[in-house]
């Protein structure tokens, strides 16, 4: 799947691959992904979370609780975490959304 991400989509997936990388996590999940969207700077993952009522910082809970709980391992044999199944649906998913607006680039909103 080839995507065509803005900056800040580009930045919150590094971020995301960065989290579970630092957690010993083999796989990038949502969660992962919603924590970074949530915690980016001028993002506006908070804002939207706010608009459809949901509370961002229960959001927030509820990720970190959902890494904490998955696989990690640690050592010299850890490889790079990868987009999980789940992960890939929600990319998949955004960049259908951003085809259905007529947009080019798949952004933090999608």
């Known amino acids: 799947m080839e995507l065509?991400?803005?900056?800040?989509?580009?930045?919150?997936?590094?971020?995301?691959?960065?989290?579970?990388?630092?957690?010993?996590?083999?796989?990038?999940?949502?969660?992962?992904?919603l924590l970074a969207l949530t915690e980016q700077p001028g993002g506006v993952a908070v804002?939207?979370?706010?608009?459809v009522g949901v509370q961002p910082a229960a959001a927030q809970q509820s990720a970190t609780a959902l890494v904490a709980?998955?696989?990690?391992?640690?050592?010299?044999s850890v490889g790079a975490p990868q987009l999980s199944r789940g992960s890939l649906q929600?990319?998949?998913?955004?960049?259908?959304?951003m085809r259905s607006l007529g947009d080019s680039y798949v952004s933090t909103e999608h």
Not at 69 to 76: M, N, R, Y
Not at 90 to 97: G, I, K
């Open 69 to 76: 709980s998955l696989p990690s391992a640690s050592g010299a």
């Open 90 to 97: 929600v990319m998949q998913t955004a960049q259908e959304e």
């Open 4 to 33: 065509k991400l803005t900056t800040k989509s580009q930045e919150a997936l590094s971020a995301a691959v960065q989290s579970a990388a630092a957690k010993g996590n083999p796989q990038v999940e949502p969660s992962h992904l």
């Open 47 to 51: 804002g939207l979370l706010e608009a």
